[in-house]
C-alpha cells in the first residue's frame, strides 16, 4: 500500500483528518444563485465581477489557486499586481451569460497540473500578462461579436506576444494532515525586467455580517515578525488556531472581509476597513485602507519581487497548527516536499502500472489532477435563502414563489465535484454520475460519498426527485445514476479489492424513490413512453424540452424512454447483486425485469400503432410529437436521442441465474408465457458466449441499422469520436414550421447559433465525452455476448469488419487522440492556437474542455469541465489494459 493509501485510509477511519484541507476554494462565487437576492433571478447582474472585490459573499468564497478547510472557515489564495491593471488580481475573470456571444466564458489562462485524493501534494500553474489585463476590451469585442461568429479569446488580444507574462506556480505539500508547506514560484517569460507584487492572502468566509446574534468574530493578527520570519495568528472559534508563517521581509497587511458599502451603494461604511482595502491600498495609493493595527479577518503579505528576462524567484509560507516552529522553511521543508512529490508519483504509478507513452500519462496525470481541484465547498440553504438574513433587507415577496421554491428542505453543506469551477461552480446531478467513474480510481471513498449525498434528504426531494442545478433544481436529467452506483462498486472492486455492497445497498434503497417519481410523473399517459424534457442535452431537439412546446401537447422522447429503460436494467443489476446475500432482492429484481420488458415492448411499437419511435424505413430511433387532438408524427432529426437506445443493455452472467433460481425461475414464465412483450427485443431467450444472457432494447437486427449510421463517417462517426448530430443535417438540414414560425436543426460542429439554454453549450454535433464513453460501453457489453462472430463494417463503407469489442477499442482511441500530440506535435483539442500548439511552456498543459468540434476535435465550451470530460483518465487506462491483454 502507498503512502497516499495509508493516508486515504487514515482519513477514512477517522484517525487523521488528512481532507480537512483541500483544494475546496471555488474559482468564482459572484454570479451565482446563492449569491442573487435580485427580485427576478437575474444572478449575473446582481452581482458582477466588478462587484466582487468589494462585496462580502454570504454563500462561499473565490480565489486563484486556493484553499480552504471543509467548511470554508478560512481561506488562502493568492493576489496579483503587475503595476499595470486597475485592480488586484485576486480571482479569475470572464464574460457573464449576457455579455459573451457563446454565454458565460472564463477569459483567463490556469492549470491545474497535479494533486492527490488528500492533497498532500498540489500543483496549480497561472499566466499573468505583464500588461494592463483587458477587461474592457474583452467584454466589449465579444458583445460586437454575434451567435455566428468565434469567441474573443484572451491570447487574441495580443497580450501575451513576445511571452510578457508571468507563469506562477502554486504548490502545497502537506507535512501533516493541519501542517501545509506552500511554495509560490514566479518565473518572468518576458524578454526584460519586471516587477510583480505577489500577495498571498488569508482570510475568514464572512459569517458574521448575516444574523443579528452576537456570534464571536474571527480573527487575523500578528503574532512575531522580525527580519527572517512574520507570522499570522488565525483564530476563530469552532476551528482550532492556526499560524501562517511568512519567510523573508514581506509588507503585512490587514483589512476586514466586510462590504464596501460607501462604494457599491453609496452608503456609509461601519469600519474603514473594507473587503477591498488592501485594493486600494496598493493600486490606488490610499493608505489609510488597511488597519495600522494589524489586525482584521483579511490578511496579505505583500512580496515586491524584481523578476529579471527568464528568471525564477520563489517565495515560501507554511499554514500549520503548530505555534512556534523554530525553522519552518528548514532542511524538514525540503525533505517533505521532496518526499510529498515522490509520494505522488507512487499513488498514480500504482493506479496505473501499464505500458503507456509519456505523453498518454501525462494527460491521464492532468485528468486526475483536474478532478480533484474540482472540488469546492457547496454551502446553499434554501429556507435561509428565501426568507433572508436577520441582517440583512427583507427579500422581495415573489422569491418565495420562484426559483427553487418547492426546494425548502435543501441544506447543503458538503464538499462536492464540480462541472467547472469557474464556469459551473455548483453541483449538477447527472455531470456528478460521470465525475465518480474516474474519481472511484482513485479515491473510491469520496466518489461514494457523492452518490450518497445525492441521495440524502437534504438534497433528494421527499417526492424522489433529485435535485438538477442550482439555476433551477427542479429540471430532469437522465436517471444515471443507478448505473453510476454499479460503476463505483466495480472499480473499487477491481482496484483495491473491496466489494462495498453496504454502500450499494443504501443507494439502491434511495433511488427506489427515484425510480418512483420517474414512473409517476414522467409517464404521461401510463403507456411506458417517457417525456422527460430537458434531460441534460440542451439544444439536442427542435424545440426546447424544458418549456410547453409551440405545437402544444407533449414529445414522446426516444432518450427520455432509452433511460428509464437502462434505467431498469442498472436497477436489476444491482438488484442481483444484492440477492446474492439477500433473497428478498430476487423479487425486486423480478420487478425491474418485468418493468424494462413493458418499456422496451413501448419503445418498439410492438402491438400499438400509434407509438413508433423506432422507424423501420431509416432504421432509426426518433422522438415522436403527440400533438392535442392525438396526432402523431415523428421529429426526423438524426441525433444522439436515436443512440441512446443503444445504452439500454445489460449481460447476466450464467452463474448469477444458477445462484438465485428464484429470479431465474420467474424470467422463464416472462419468456413462456409473454411472447408478445419479448419477441422483439434481446431477453434472454438465447445464450450467448460463455452462456451468458442478454437484455436490450436493440437486438442484431435493429443493432447493425442503428450502427450502420453510427460508425458512418458522413453521419455520427468523427476522427475523434460520436458526434452528437449527425453530418447529414449540414445539407439536409430538419425544418418544421409552426404557426408561420420555422424550427430547424443543423449540423453544428462547433458553438451554438442560437440562444437555447443560454447558447453556451451545443448538443448539435459536436463530441461529448459522457455519451461517448456510454456507447463505448455498450458495445463492450454487446461484445461480451455476441463475441467474434458478430462483426458490423467500421467505417461504414471501408469495407474493414471489426467485432464490436474492436469498434469499442477504436472509439476509445479516437477519443484519445483528441488530447494527444500527433506526428507534427499538434495537439486537437487546442485547435488552431498557434501559441499552446507550439510554445513549449504551453504544449503540454492540457484542458479539459467541455466539448469537442464535431470535425477536428478543437476544444469548445467551458474549457475547465474535466468532470465529465476527465472520463479521459479511465478511457486511457482501458485502453492501455486492453493493448497490454493484446501483447500476451
Keep these: 500500500m502507498t503512502q497516499e493509501e495509508l493516508r486515504l485510509a487514515a482519513d477514512r477511519d477517522r484517525t487523521a483528518y488528512w481532507k480537512r484541507w483541500g483544494s475546496y476554494l471555488s474559482e468564482r462565487q459572484w454570479g451565482t444563485v446563492r449569491e442573487d437576492y435580485s427580485p427576478d433571478g437575474t444572478a449575473w447582474e446582481f452581482f458582477p465581477h466588478d462587484h466582487a472585490r468589494s462585496r462580502a459573499y454570504r454563500w462561499g468564497e473565490d480565489g486563484i489557486a486556493g484553499i480552504s478547510d471543509n467548511h470554508q472557515r478560512l481561506c488562502f489564495a493568492i493576489a496579483l499586481w503587475n503595476g499595470e491593471d486597475a485592480i488586484l488580481k485576486e480571482r479569475l475573470f470572464g464574460l457573464t451569460g449576457n455579455q459573451g456571444n457563446h454565454g458565460e466564458d472564463v477569459k483567463e489562462y490556469y492549470f491545474y497540473l497535479d494533486n492527490t485524493p488528500t492533497h498532500s501534494y498540489m500543483k496549480y500553474l497561472y499566466k499573468y500578462p505583464q500588461a494592463a489585463f483587458p477587461y474592457n476590451q474583452l467584454v466589449?469585442?465579444?458583445?460586437?461579436?454575434?451567435?455566428?461568429?468565434?469567441?474573443?479569446?484572451?491570447?487574441?488580444?495580443?497580450?501575451?506576444?513576445?511571452?510578457?507574462?508571468?507563469?506562477?506556480?502554486?504548490?502545497?505539500?502537506?507535512?501533516?494532515?493541519?501542517?501545509?508547506?506552500?511554495?509560490?514560484?514566479?518565473?518572468?517569460?518576458?524578454?526584460?525586467?519586471?516587477?510583480?507584487?505577489?500577495?498571498?492572502?488569508?482570510?475568514?468566509?464572512?459569517?458574521?455580517?448575516?444574523?443579528?446574534?452576537?456570534?464571536?468574530?474571527?480573527?487575523?493578527?500578528?503574532?512575531?515578525?522580525?527580519?527572517?520570519?512574520?507570522?499570522?495568528?488565525?483564530?476563530?472559534?469552532?476551528?482550532?488556531?492556526?499560524?501562517?508563517?511568512?519567510?523573508?521581509?514581506?509588507?503585512?497587511?490587514?483589512?476586514?472581509?466586510?462590504?464596501?458599502?460607501?462604494?457599491?451603494?453609496?452608503?456609509?461604511?461601519?469600519?474603514?476597513?473594507?473587503?477591498?482595502?488592501?485594493?486600494?491600498?496598493?493600486?490606488?495609493?490610499?493608505?489609510?485602507?488597511?488597519?495600522?493595527?494589524?489586525?482584521?479577518?483579511?490578511?496579505?503579505?505583500?512580496?515586491?519581487?524584481?523578476?529579471?528576462?527568464?528568471?525564477?524567484?520563489?517565495?515560501?509560507?507554511?499554514?500549520?497548527?503548530?505555534?512556534?516552529?523554530?525553522?519552518?522553511?528548514?532542511?524538514?521543508?525540503?525533505?517533505?516536499?521532496?518526499?510529498?512529490?515522490?509520494?505522488?508519483?507512487?499513488?498514480?504509478?500504482?493506479?496505473?502500472?501499464?505500458?503507456?507513452?509519456?505523453?498518454?500519462?501525462?494527460?491521464?496525470?492532468?485528468?486526475?489532477?483536474?478532478?480533484?481541484?474540482?472540488?469546492?465547498?457547496?454551502?446553499?440553504?434554501?429556507?435561509?435563502?428565501?426568507?433572508?438574513?436577520?441582517?440583512?433587507?427583507?427579500?422581495?415577496?415573489?422569491?418565495?414563489?420562484?426559483?427553487?421554491?418547492?426546494?425548502?428542505?435543501?441544506?447543503?453543506?458538503?464538499?462536492?465535484?464540480?462541472?467547472?469551477?469557474?464556469?459551473?461552480?455548483?453541483?449538477?446531478?447527472?455531470?456528478?454520475?460521470?465525475?465518480?467513474?474516474?474519481?472511484?480510481?482513485?479515491?473510491?471513498?469520496?466518489?461514494?460519498?457523492?452518490?450518497?449525498?445525492?441521495?440524502?434528504?437534504?438534497?433528494?426531494?421527499?417526492?424522489?426527485?433529485?435535485?438538477?442545478?442550482?439555476?433551477?433544481?427542479?429540471?430532469?436529467?437522465?436517471?444515471?445514476?443507478?448505473?453510476?452506483?454499479?460503476?463505483?462498486?466495480?472499480?473499487?472492486?477491481?482496484?483495491?479489492?473491496?466489494?462495498?455492497?453496504?454502500?450499494?445497498?443504501?443507494?439502491?434503497?434511495?433511488?427506489?424513490?427515484?425510480?418512483?417519481?420517474?414512473?409517476?410523473?414522467?409517464?404521461?399517459?401510463?403507456?411506458?413512453?417517457?417525456?422527460?424534457?430537458?434531460?441534460?442535452?440542451?439544444?439536442?431537439?427542435?424545440?426546447?424540452?424544458?418549456?410547453?412546446?409551440p405545437t402544444g401537447g407533449y414529445l414522446q422522447q426516444a432518450d427520455g424512454t432509452s433511460w428509464m429503460a437502462m434505467y431498469c436494467l442498472n436497477m436489476l443489476t444491482i438488484a442481483l447483486e444484492l440477492a446474492k446475500d439477500n433473497s428478498t432482492y430476487e423479487d425486486i429484481a423480478s420487478k425491474f425485469f418485468e418493468h424494462f420488458l413493458y418499456i422496451a415492448d413501448a419503445m418498439n411499437g410492438v402491438g400499438d400503432a400509434e407509438i413508433a419511435l423506432w422507424d423501420e424505413d431509416d432504421g432509426f430511433y426518433y422522438d415522436a410529437l403527440h400533438s392535442p387532438d392525438g396526432h402523431q408524427f415523428p421529429m426526423k432529426v438524426r441525433s444522439l436521442v436515436g443512440l441512446i437506445p443503444l445504452c439500454a443493455v445489460s449481460i447476466l452472467e450464467s452463474e448469477t441465474l444458477d445462484r438465485l433460481p428464484g429470479f431465474h425461475q420467474r424470467t422463464q414464465w416472462f419468456l413462456q408465457n409473454r411472447h408478445d412483450l419479448t419477441r422483439n427485443i434481446a431477453c434472454m431467450h438465447t445464450q450467448g458466449m460463455g452462456e451468458r444472457r442478454l437484455l436490450a432494447i436493440v437486438y442484431p437486427d435493429k443493432l447493425r441499422r442503428i450502427l450502420e449510421k453510427m460508425l458512418d463517417a458522413t453521419e455520427f462517426f468523427s476522427p475523434y469520436g460520436i458526434r452528437s448530430v449527425s453530418k447529414v443535417h449540414a445539407s439536409h438540414p430538419y425544418v418544421l414550421k409552426v404557426d408561420g414560425q420555422e424550427h430547424r436543426v443543423d449540423y453544428e460542429p462547433a458553438e451554438s447559433t442560437t440562444g437555447m439554454f443560454g447558447g453556451n453549450s451545443n448538443w448539435r454535433g459536436p463530441i461529448w465525452f459522457p455519451i461517448n464513453y456510454l456507447l463505448l460501453e455498450s458495445l463492450q457489453k454487446f461484445y461480451s455476448y455476441f463475441g467474434d462472430d458478430f462483426k458490423v463494417e467500421c467505417p461504414t463503407g471501408s469495407g474493414q469488419m471489426m467485432t464490436l469489442k474492436e469498434v469499442s477499442i477504436a472509439l476509445g482511441e479516437r477519443l484519445i487522440e483528441i488530447f494527444l500530440a500527433d506526428a507534427s506535435g499538434q495537439r486537437p483539442f487546442y485547435g488552431g492556437t498557434e501559441k499552446f500548439q507550439t510554445d513549449p511552456n504551453w504544449r503540454n498543459l492540457i484542458l479539459f474542455n467541455e466539448y469537442f468540434h464535431g470535425d477536428n476535435g478543437a476544444g469548445i465550451g467551458a474549457s475547465h469541465q474535466t468532470g465529465w470530460t476527465g472520463l479521459i483518465a479511465k478511457l486511457i487506462q482501458e485502453c492501455s489494459e486492453q493493448a497490454l491483454s493484446d501483447d500476451i
Aim: with cysteine; glycine share 6%; proline share 6%.
Design 140 to 549: 466589449e469585442e465579444n458583445r460586437r461579436r454575434d451567435r455566428q461568429s468565434p469567441e474573443f479569446e484572451l491570447i487574441n488580444t495580443g497580450i501575451f506576444d513576445q511571452d510578457r507574462y508571468f507563469d506562477v506556480f502554486v504548490e502545497y505539500a502537506k507535512a501533516s494532515a493541519d501542517d501545509i508547506l506552500i511554495e509560490i514560484s514566479v518565473i518572468n517569460r518576458g524578454p526584460e525586467a519586471k516587477t510583480l507584487h505577489l500577495l498571498p492572502t488569508l482570510w475568514f468566509r464572512n459569517t458574521w455580517s448575516w444574523t443579528d446574534s452576537q456570534e464571536e468574530k474571527p480573527w487575523l493578527k500578528i503574532s512575531q515578525s522580525n527580519s527572517q520570519l512574520s507570522t499570522i495568528e488565525a483564530y476563530h472559534p469552532s476551528l482550532e488556531t492556526r499560524w501562517l508563517y511568512c519567510n523573508e521581509t514581506p509588507e503585512l497587511l490587514f483589512t476586514e472581509n466586510e462590504t464596501n458599502n460607501q462604494r457599491l451603494f453609496g452608503v456609509n461604511n461601519t469600519s474603514p476597513y473594507v473587503k477591498d482595502g488592501i485594493n486600494n491600498y496598493l493600486v490606488n495609493g490610499q493608505k489609510t485602507d488597511v488597519n495600522p493595527n494589524r489586525i482584521g479577518t483579511k490578511f496579505a503579505a505583500r512580496y515586491e519581487l524584481n523578476i529579471g528576462a527568464g528568471e525564477t524567484k520563489k517565495i515560501r509560507l507554511r499554514l500549520s497548527d503548530a505555534q512556534d516552529l523554530t525553522a519552518p522553511f528548514g532542511t524538514e521543508f525540503d525533505t517533505v516536499w521532496q518526499q510529498r512529490q515522490r509520494e505522488a508519483d507512487e499513488f498514480y504509478q500504482r493506479i496505473c502500472p501499464l505500458p503507456m507513452s509519456e505523453d498518454k500519462r501525462n494527460v491521464q496525470r492532468q485528468a486526475f489532477a483536474g478532478m480533484l481541484w474540482s472540488k469546492q465547498f457547496y454551502y446553499y440553504v434554501i429556507e435561509e435563502w428565501l426568507k433572508g438574513d436577520p441582517a440583512g433587507p427583507v427579500p422581495p415577496t415573489s422569491r418565495l414563489s420562484g426559483r427553487n421554491h418547492e426546494w425548502f428542505h435543501v441544506f447543503n453543506d458538503d464538499i462536492i465535484s464540480m462541472p467547472d469551477k469557474w464556469e459551473y461552480p455548483w453541483f449538477a446531478a447527472w455531470d456528478l454520475a460521470f465525475h465518480v467513474i474516474p474519481l472511484s480510481m482513485i479515491d473510491p471513498e469520496f466518489a461514494k460519498l457523492q452518490l450518497s449525498r445525492l441521495t440524502r434528504e437534504w438534497y433528494m426531494h421527499p417526492n424522489g426527485q433529485l435535485p438538477a442545478y442550482e439555476w433551477a433544481f427542479g429540471d430532469v436529467n437522465p436517471p444515471v445514476h443507478a448505473w453510476a452506483a454499479w460503476q463505483v462498486y466495480q472499480i473499487e472492486q477491481k482496484i483495491y479489492g473491496h466489494a462495498d455492497k453496504k454502500f450499494l445497498e443504501s443507494v439502491f434503497q434511495k433511488l427506489l424513490l427515484n425510480f418512483t417519481w420517474w414512473v409517476n410523473r414522467k409517464d404521461l399517459e401510463g403507456r411506458n413512453i417517457f417525456q422527460g424534457g430537458f434531460l441534460g442535452m440542451d439544444n439536442i431537439g427542435v424545440f426546447d424540452r424544458s418549456v410547453q412546446l
